[in-house]
T-cell receptor, first 115, second 113 residues
Framework: DGGITQSPKYLFRKEGQNVTLSCEQN?????MYWYRQDPGQGLRLIYY???????QKGDIAEGYSVSREKKESFPLTVTSAQKNPTAFYLCASSPAGGRPGETQYFGPGTRLLVL | DQQDKQNSPSLSVQEGRISILNCDYTNSMFDYFLWYKKYPAEGPTFLIS?????DKNEDGRFTVFLNKSAKHLSLHIVPSQPGDSAVYFCAASGTDNTDKLIFGTGTRLQVFP
């Protein structure tokens, strides 16, 4: 089955710790995205990548980092610089980045909690 | 902050009746609009979309209306079913030659028997 997988489903972070959220897709999509959802708010874009080895900051990139070494993988690292990391993190992909109107397909999400 | 504004954070509708979810936007450069449905602890799933050259798009029980002059988007679900109970997000794209989406704040729809 084609789709997007995110792991883990739940992740706990200690103060001062970096954690990495995994996102893998086998849809052969060029573009991938990371969003953050907080209660009562919409999805806010953290980072996006339209092609392998290239990525761009979204609206709330501070305290996060990404890499795009493979087409199917787009891991997100939440660094210790992110002061309020508790949120639901969603990864998405779309067939071709750079074309308005492309539908994005989402993974099941990872809930990050700070201990 | 360019987030679309979804007028009602929650909506409760009886099964079989019409559900109308509304979304206002401010950026007139948006040219493609989408609705997503989200269940708790899951990722959003695409529901229906509309291009700015149209004012209506219909898919089964779901119809999206676009009023460009009013910068207003709405989703009609008729007849509503209990399985429609979820959070609905409007989203828009098209301002900068990418497919980046700007999402609304979401409306929680509850359909009761």
């Amino acid at each position: 089955d084609g789709g997007i997988t995110q792991s883990p489903k739940y992740l706990f972070r200690k103060e001062g710790q970096n954690v990495t959220l995994s996102c893998e897709q086998n849809l052969n999509h060029d573009a991938m995205y990371w969003y953050r959802q907080d209660p009562g708010q919409g999805l806010r874009l953290i980072y996006y990548s339209q092609i392998v080895n290239d990525f761009q900051k979204g609206d709330i990139a501070e305290g996060y980092s990404v890499s795009r070494e493979k087409k199917e993988s787009f891991p997100l690292t939440v660094t210790s610089a992110q002061k309020n990391p508790t949120a639901f993190y969603l990864c998405a992909s779309s067939p071709a980045g750079g074309r308005p109107g492309e539908t994005q397909y989402f993974g099941p999400g990872t809930r990050l909690l700070v201990l | 902050d360019q987030q679309d504004k979804q007028n009602s954070p929650s909506l409760s509708v009886q099964e079989g009746r019409i559900s109308i979810l509304n979304c206002d936007y401010t950026n007139s450069m948006f040219d493609y609009f989408l609705w997503y449905k989200k269940y708790p602890a899951e990722g959003p799933t695409f529901l229906i979309s509309i291009s700015s050259i149209k004012d209506k798009n219909e898919d089964g029980r779901f119809t999206v209306f676009l009023n460009k002059s009013a910068k207003h988007l709405s989703l009609h679900i008729v007849p509503s079913q209990p399985g429609d109970s979820a959070v609905y997000f409007c989203a828009a794209s098209g301002t900068d030659n990418t497919d980046k989406l700007i999402f609304g704040t979401g409306t929680r729809l509850q359909v009761f028997p």
